[in-house]
């Protein structure tokens, strides 16, 4: 008889806190680039969609945090979904959604207007949030 081999919580565990630490960074560079980088006197385009492209790699960041023990390609699926529904939500328009884009929190976390380049901006932020997350392992490796 073989006994049953422990479950080994600590690696999904502290995986989930180097997501977490990462997305804090991502989440804080997003915000300086849309508070600073007008005045900063960077172009409409890298604030624009430099905001979108770190949007979607904090929504992966995020769901590899909730989610540790999936590998990277389901979490870049989950997360390409959840920005898909996000961007073409923009399409629907309610009084109480409307109020709540026309806040901070609201123009942050939806968008207001309805993109097609935001997609391309949200593919490449996943791609960069699979990248920082290889090497945020790699480093726990070596």
């Not at 999904?12 to 900063?40: D, E, H, M, N, Q």
Request: proline fraction near 4%.
């Amino acid at each position: 008889m073989h006994a049953a081999q422990p479950v080994n919580t600590i690696a999904p565990r502290r995986t989930s806190l180097i997501r977490a630490s990462l997305a804090l960074v991502v989440i804080a560079c997003g915000l300086s680039l849309r508070w600073y980088g007008f005045p900063l006197g960077l172009p409409a385009f890298v604030v624009k969609y430099g905001g979108s492209l770190l949007w979607a790699t904090m929504v992966f960041l995020l769901v590899g945090v909730l989610l540790p023990r999936l590998t990277r390609t389901q979490i870049a699926a989950i997360a390409l979904a959840i920005a898909v529904m996000v961007e073409f939500s923009r399409l629907v328009h309610t009084p109480w959604l409307d109020a709540f884009r026309l806040t901070t929190a609201g123009a942050l976390l939806l968008g207001r207007i309805f993109s097609l380049w935001n997609l391309v901006a949200y593919a490449i932020g996943i791609a960069f949030g699979i990248w920082i997350d290889r090497l945020a392992e790699k480093r726990r490796v070596d």
